[in-house]
């Protein structure tokens, strides 16, 4: 899978912070939006819990709202992830804010992963590890573009892929 995965964008980590403000924004409202609809639909199951709409149940126009509010408010989520796409990142987790800018280490697409809260990105990890595989982007590694460690190296940003911001 990884060799296969072929993200619209790159990013350095000065790009991805650069474009973060904006991100951030987005973030907060999909986060918001989709822990209100999460609410929402648990309490609508409750409601509605096996009922049949029926014209004598006097709560069944109340639930045919809500649920249109739902599906209103469910395409403006899609709209939010869509934005982020456009963008060039990846929304991981609407509830959490979790959000993923691919970049390159080593040749290799990597994943500079940044959570809602968090004032800057400052961690990393493999595509396949995901949130509980982040690692810190420490001073004088990824971060600023030279070697860590491991000999690894962020890409520079003059790359084919790579799109001005």
């Known amino acids: 899978m990884a060799d ?8 350095t980590v000065e790009q991805a912070n650069a474009v973060l403000p904006l991100v951030r924004a987005i973030t907060h409202d999909l986060v918001q939006l989709s822990r209100e609809v999460m609410e929402r639909r648990e309490r609508l199951a409750l409601l509605s819990g ?41 929304p991981k987790s609407g509830t959490e804010g979790l959000v993923d ?23 990393w990890h493999e595509l396949n590890a995901g949130f509980a595989g982040r690692q810190s982007l420490v001073a004088g590694s990824l971060a600023d573009g030279s070697d860590n460690h491991d000999g690894g190296e962020l890409h520079n940003g003059s790359g084919p892929h790579d799109e001005s911001l």
């Open 4 to 11: 296969e995965y072929q993200p619209a964008k790159l990013f």
């Open 101 to 123: 800018f691919p970049s390159l280490m080593d040749g290799r697409v990597v994943l500079l992963c940044w959570r809602l809260g968090e004032t800057e990105v400052t961690h």
């Open 50 to 90: 096996g009922r049949k709409p029926t014209a004598k149940d006097p709560y069944s126009e109340e639930l045919r709202q809500i649920e249109e509010e739902l599906d209103k408010d469910s395409e403006q989520l899609e709209a939010f992830v869509e934005e982020l796409r456009e963008l060039g990142v990846e």
